[in-house]
């Protein structure tokens, strides 16, 4: 596959949009970059359309589980609230204080 | 008394217990070795001295109250990749994100070597997020293979492999998604394993693909890996995925007989792109053990070569996910934005370096919306195809033996343009892991230029048994072990 078709895999606003559902913020030159990259990865991973894969389960987990596991619901000491919000950025009363999620008006 | 610093775990602690020396006077020749070569090496993204002195103090009051009856490991001084959380020690995963962050627990497994009196000589570099093969994505600097200055460790656990191969620990532990431990460890000339999935705890281990994480130990020998596994693998109650079963006494498979072992050998390992050196060496290595009694064949893997597509679709996929929880609120770096959704973007684009970037935008794109199921269902399946060829293969042999990587160090800066090139420094290591196999490492010999090229061993579930055995016949029969190379080195005494 030559460059130009690797690249028509992904678009720039498409890289933009990933962007944004994946909360990056990128330059312009990471886009034109990621766009480029992006695409050279995707006609690589191209190749599993070649694989017959009628009738094949899928895997989630290559090792077998033993079962499902449980264990008896026995309260037991947690860390101090102070302890989990040492590394926070912002704290108030106790609780990660973070920015509003939701406008006020409309 | 530098030559401690080279001295077998077994020796060491066997000299501990004799009042040879202390675990102080040990813990300080090691960091002596380090003073010396880490300013070229860089191994460690933080040494933890401070610690390491206190904890070798309360290794030697063990060591005196507790006699024979103290751990192997109390006293030792071994590293751990900065991927694994460690109390009150910055933990950064080599990434800007976490330049700040001080876990309040100890990993499982952390917990578990210390626990056993480990020494903690402090916090191996690694790719950033463990995504790379060469430890030139973290956010903080290079590490340089010992053997070879000019070239790289391997990755991700690159600090844990050169450490190791450059006596500033005793052994280090890795994570190997990928081929993060073997790759790493064949580059660096030591032993590396990465467990069958499930045989350690990957609890307080930053995720990046959690059904393919799995945590191992890097050692100067098949003996010293064999204990270090002893201590740290076995049931944690908080990760469900770690398994039940007993744990083996490891090191009694290093000198079980390997005559009458059955070696597969995939003639796809040996594909276009495996450098003459290393397939010459790998087969060299097949031949020693065929002629210590194992019986060597020529199997079939068919689908590796879809190996690597099937890997990047499911790990970048688990990634999106994992690296979702990174929004600066919690722990981390957060930057300022308009909006809270800009200052989480914000904090994300500044925060992660390229390669953290990629995927995660990789792995969003193959999980969205029309591109699921040709992608991520679609690798699910192949992945069960990958399996099922290992599966086939090992009803017939015993291990399979393969090339590690398919060259050996590559120069610094080499493979850092172009994502696909550095993604193949992994295609031979890849299918073990989507497989949860375990796959081992061990020392076969040099190129032409002097660096190291390791064989690696694949099992069953559940069988690094086997694989101790006939890395141990190996090691014992030939000179290509670390203690038998130190002159390679090039750096400290030898530079």
């Given at each position: 596959?030559?460059?130009?078709?690797?690249?028509?895999?992904?678009?720039?606003?498409?890289?933009?949009?990933?962007?944004?559902?994946?909360?990056?913020?990128?330059?312009?030159?990471?886009?034109?970059?990621?766009?480029?990259?992006?695409?050279?990865?995707?006609?690589?991973?191209?190749?599993?359309?070649?694989?017959?894969?009628?009738?094949?389960?899928?895997?989630?987990?290559a090792?077998?589980?033993?079962?499902?596991?449980?264990?008896?619901?026995?309260?037991?000491?947690?860390?101090?609230?102070?302890?989990?919000?040492?590394?926070?950025?912002?704290?108030?009363?106790?609780?990660?204080?973070?920015?509003?999620?939701?406008?006020?008006?409309? | 008394?530098?030559?401690?610093?080279?001295?077998?775990?077994?020796?060491?602690?066997?000299?501990?217990?004799?009042?040879?020396?202390?675990?102080?006077?040990?813990?300080?020749?090691?960091?002596?070795?380090?003073?010396?070569?880490?300013?070229?090496?860089?191994?460690?993204?933080?040494?933890?001295?401070?610690?390491?002195?206190?904890?070798?103090?309360?290794?030697?009051?063990?060591?005196?109250?507790?006699?024979?009856?103290?751990?192997?490991?109390?006293?030792?001084?071994?590293?751990?990749k900065?991927l694994?959380?460690?109390?009150?020690?910055?933990?950064?995963?080599?990434?800007?994100?976490?330049?700040?962050?001080?876990?309040?627990?100890?990993?499982?497994?952390?917990?578990?070597?210390?626990?056993?009196?480990?020494?903690?000589?402090?916090?191996?570099?690694l790719d950033?997020f463990a995504m790379g093969s060469s430890t030139e994505t973290?956010?903080?600097?290079?590490?340089?293979?010992?053997?070879?200055?000019?070239?790289v460790p391997g990755g991700s656990s690159g600090g844990s492999a050169?450490?190791?191969?450059?006596?500033?620990?005793?052994?280090?532990l890795g994570t190997d998604t990928g081929g993060s431990i073997r790759q790493p460890a064949s580059m660096c000339?030591v032993v590396g394993l990465k467990p069958t999935y499930?045989?350690?705890?990957?609890?307080?281990?930053?995720?990046m693909a959690?059904s393919l994480d799995q945590v191992g130990p890097f050692?100067?020998?098949?003996?010293?890996?064999?204990?270090?596994?002893?201590?740290?693998?076995?049931?944690?109650?908080?990760?469900?995925?770690?398994?039940?079963?007993?744990?083996?006494?490891?090191?009694?498979?290093?000198?079980?007989?390997?005559?009458?072992?059955?070696?597969?050998?995939p003639?796809e390992y040996?594909?276009?792109g495996v450098?003459?050196?290393v397939?010459?060496?790998v087969?060299?290595?097949?031949?020693?053990?065929?002629?210590?009694?194992?019986?060597?064949?020529?199997?079939?893997l068919?689908?590796t070569?879809?190996g690597m597509s099937t890997f990047y679709?499911l790990m970048s996929?688990?990634v999106?996910?994992?690296?979702?929880?990174?929004?600066?609120?919690?722990?981390?770096?957060?930057?300022?934005?308009?909006?809270?959704?800009?200052?989480?973007?914000?904090?994300?684009?500044?925060?992660?370096?390229?390669e953290?970037?990629?995927r995660?935008?990789?792995?969003?794109?193959?999980?969205?919306?029309?591109?699921?199921?040709?992608?991520?269902?679609?690798?699910?399946?192949?992945r069960?195809?990958i399996?099922?060829?290992f599966?086939?293969?090992?009803?017939?042999?015993?291990?399979i033996a393969a090339p590690v990587s398919p060259t050996t160090a590559f120069?610094?800066?080499?493979r850092?343009?172009?994502p696909v090139v550095m993604y193949l420094s992994d295609v031979l290591t890849l299918p073990c892991s989507l497989a949860g196999l375990p796959g081992l490492s061990v020392?076969?010999?040099?190129?032409?230029?002097?660096?190291p090229i390791g064989l690696q061993l694949m099992?069953?579930?559940?069988?690094?048994?086997?694989l101790?055995?006939?890395?141990?016949?190996?090691?014992?029969?030939?000179?290509?072990?670390?203690?038998?190379?130190?002159?390679?080195?090039?750096?400290?005494?030898?530079?």
């Amino acid at each position: 596959m030559t460059d130009s078709a690797a690249q028509s895999l992904i678009t720039e606003e498409q890289v933009r949009q990933l962007a944004w559902l994946a909360r990056l913020t990128l330059t312009d030159a990471d886009v034109a970059h990621f766009t480029d990259e992006l695409g050279k990865v995707l006609a690589h991973m191209e190749r599993l359309a070649e694989v017959d894969v009628e009738g094949i389960e899928p895997t989630a987990m290559a090792v077998q589980a033993e079962g499902n596991v449980v264990r008896a619901d026995v309260p037991r000491p947690a860390c101090a609230q102070e302890t989990i919000l040492a590394n926070a950025a912002d704290t108030e009363a106790g609780c990660f204080r973070v920015r509003a999620m939701l406008e006020e008006s409309a | 008394m530098s030559e401690l610093t080279t001295l077998s775990i077994e020796a060491a602690a066997a000299g501990l217990r004799a009042g040879e020396f202390t675990a102080a006077e040990l813990t300080e020749a090691v960091l002596a070795r380090s003073a010396a070569v880490e300013p070229t090496i860089g191994s460690y993204l933080l040494e933890t001295p401070e610690q390491a002195r206190a904890m070798a103090a309360a290794a030697d009051a063990r060591l005196r109250a507790e006699g024979d009856a103290a751990p192997l490991l109390c006293g030792i001084p071994g590293a751990l990749k900065d991927l694994i959380c460690t109390a009150g020690v910055r933990t950064t995963a080599a990434s800007r994100m976490l330049e700040t962050y001080v876990p309040f627990y100890d990993a499982h497994v952390a917990q578990r070597l210390k626990d056993a009196g480990f020494v903690l000589t402090g916090k191996a570099n690694l790719d950033e997020f463990a995504m790379g093969s060469s430890t030139e994505t973290s956010a903080y600097h290079t590490t340089r293979n010992p053997f070879c200055p000019d070239c790289v460790p391997g990755g991700s656990s690159g600090g844990s492999a050169s450490s190791v191969a450059a006596d500033q620990a005793f052994f280090s532990l890795g994570t190997d998604t990928g081929g993060s431990i073997r790759q790493p460890a064949s580059m660096c000339g030591v032993v590396g394993l990465k467990p069958t999935y499930g045989r350690v705890s990957r609890r307080g281990v930053m995720a990046m693909a959690s059904s393919l994480d799995q945590v191992g130990p890097f050692a100067r020998s098949v003996r010293d890996t064999a204990a270090v596994l002893e201590a740290i693998a076995g049931r944690d109650e908080l990760d469900a995925t770690s398994s039940a079963r007993p744990v083996p006494a490891y090191r009694e498979a290093c000198g079980r007989d390997v005559r009458g072992l059955k070696i597969g050998v995939p003639r796809e390992y040996f594909a276009e792109g495996v450098e003459p050196a290393v397939a010459a060496a790998v087969r060299a290595a097949v031949e020693q053990l065929v002629s210590l009694g194992a019986e060597a064949v020529e199997i079939s893997l068919p689908h590796t070569e879809y190996g690597m597509s099937t890997f990047y679709v499911l790990m970048s996929s688990e990634v999106s996910a994992n690296l979702a929880r990174f929004d600066g609120i919690r722990y981390g770096v957060p930057r300022e934005g308009g909006t809270m959704w800009e200052a989480y973007s914000n904090t994300r684009g500044q925060g992660f370096g390229p390669e953290v970037q990629r995927r995660i935008m990789l792995g969003t794109y193959v999980l969205s919306a029309g591109y699921a199921e040709a992608y991520y269902v679609r690798a699910q399946k192949v992945r069960t195809l990958i399996r099922d060829d290992f599966a086939t293969a090992l009803a017939e042999v015993d291990a399979i033996a393969a090339p590690v990587s398919p060259t050996t160090a590559f120069r610094l800066g080499e493979r850092t343009d172009d994502p696909v090139v550095m993604y193949l420094s992994d295609v031979l290591t890849l299918p073990c892991s989507l497989a949860g196999l375990p796959g081992l490492s061990v020392p076969c010999g040099f190129d032409g230029e002097g660096k190291p090229i390791g064989l690696q061993l694949m099992g069953a579930h559940w069988a690094e048994e086997t694989l101790f055995s006939l890395a141990y016949a190996l090691e014992q029969s030939t000179d290509w072990s670390l203690a038998a190379n130190r002159n390679r080195i090039r750096v400290g005494d030898a530079q």
